[in-house]
């Protein structure tokens, strides 16, 4: 079995490239090291994190990113750091 943290890691989902960011949304890509989705920083206008973390682009695209539960803040709090610009949506799933 493979831990869930080690599929989860920041550092596995998002790889910061300066002006662009590569992004691994799913657990297969994360596991095989795929080469993901190539974006860039400032296409970025919203970060929304409800039940998966959520990446919408200028041109009103979105990208799922999808993690266990318990590594979601972390991986939340990592895209808020790369994509300062965004506009930053909580959603509570617990009402």
């Known amino acids: ?41 400032s296409d970025i206008s919203k970060i929304q994190m409800a039940g998966c973390l959520t ?10 990113i999808t993690v266990h539960p318990a590594n979601r803040d972390i991986v939340f709090e990592k895209a808020k750091s790369i994509f300062t610009e965004a506009q930053v949506v909580e959603i509570d799933m617990q009402s």
């Open 1 to 41: 079995m493979i831990p869930v943290n080690y599929l989860d890691k920041v550092e596995r989902t998002f790889s910061d490239l300066g002006t662009t960011v590569q992004v691994r949304p799913n657990s297969y890509s994360r596991f095989y090291n795929t080469k993901g989705r190539l974006i860039k920083k």
């Open 55 to 64: 990446l919408f682009t200028l041109s009103d695209n979105a990208i799922d």
